[in-house]
């Protein structure tokens, strides 16, 4: 049986072969992240986010709609935590309130009266993405390891998936990332396969792939001094044509 890592061809890949490698990606990525620190961790997750965020903004911008402000902002901010300019103290309220509404916003669940306050000011009144959300999801998520990681206090009565972080572990939101991808390409495409593998044939989602495994590759192996430049660059990137980024926003 084949071991599939972020090297592999995934265009070369058979329907069933790429649907395995795609099942088994979390595990590549950890197994590439494998002793690195919390930096080279961080760095990887940021320069997929600077490319997914602009995608969806390049999509909503063909909707006439502008990007949720909470997403630069989280970005900003665990931007200056990976140049050492702040510490998780600086953004622990924040992050504990952004995903208490992430929460409440994909389970119903109840949420304090002052994170009730944080929901009503920031989203009350606007109605954002599937893909937007799931942005949200992540940034909160890695602020809260960060948190965690630096010794700060949470309560783990509400955030207990984070009581036991002992690294930056969120290759799951590059998988819930490339799902979505996956979505828009099926609609444009009109592909109405459920296991997605006639999809994965694509050259559109092979690009995606190729784009997230060279990111990859290229944080594990990128000395600090160039992490600035490195994310400036995914920051201009559209990781799919423009007609897939408005379809992966639809509402």
């Given at each position: 049986m084949a071991n599939y890592t972020l090297d592999t061809d995934f265009r070369a890949l058979k329907p069933a072969q790429a649907q395995?490698?795609?099942?088994?990606?979390?595990?590549?990525?950890?197994?590439?992240?494998?002793?690195?620190?919390?930096?080279?961790?961080l760095l990887g997750n940021l320069l997929l986010l600077e490319a997914y965020i602009n995608t969806i903004r390049r999509g909503l911008e063909k909707q006439d709609t502008s990007l949720c402000p909470l997403i630069p902002k989280g970005l900003e901010m665990l931007t200056s935590y990976l140049d050492?300019?702040?510490?998780?103290?600086?953004?622990?309220?924040?992050?504990s309130n952004l995903y208490a509404c992430v929460l409440h916003y994909n389970t119903?669940?109840?949420?304090?009266?002052?994170?009730e306050a944080f929901y009503e000011e920031n989203f009350g009144d606007d109605e954002f993405c599937a893909s937007e959300w799931s942005v949200l999801e992540?940034?909160?998520?890695?602020?809260?390891?960060?948190?965690?990681?630096?010794?700060?206090?949470?309560?783990?009565?509400?955030?207990e998936e984070f009581e036991d972080v002992e690294k930056i572990d969120l290759f799951?939101?590059?998988?819930?990332?490339?799902?979505?991808?996956?979505?828009?390409?099926?609609?444009?495409l009109q592909i109405h396969d459920q296991t997605m593998m006639e999809v994965y044939q694509t050259e559109p989602y092979q690009?995606?792939?190729?784009?997230?495994?060279?990111?990859?590759k290229a944080a594990v192996h990128a000395e600090p001094e160039q992490y600035a430049a490195l994310q400036q660059e995914c920051r201009e990137m559209m990781m799919v044509p423009e007609e897939y980024a408005a379809e992966l926003v639809r509402v």
């Open positions: 395995k490698w795609m099942c088994e990606f979390c595990g590549m990525a950890e197994k590439a992240f494998d002793g690195q620190g919390t930096g080279v961790r050492g300019r702040v510490e998780a103290a600086s953004f622990r309220d924040f992050a119903g669940e109840e949420i304090p009266e002052a994170q992540w940034i909160g998520g890695l602020m809260l390891e960060l948190a965690v990681l630096d010794g700060e206090e949470l309560d783990f009565d509400f955030y799951y939101k590059m998988e819930d990332m490339m799902n979505d991808f996956a979505d828009s390409c099926a609609n444009v690009n995606v792939v190729g784009f997230v495994c060279d990111v990859l």
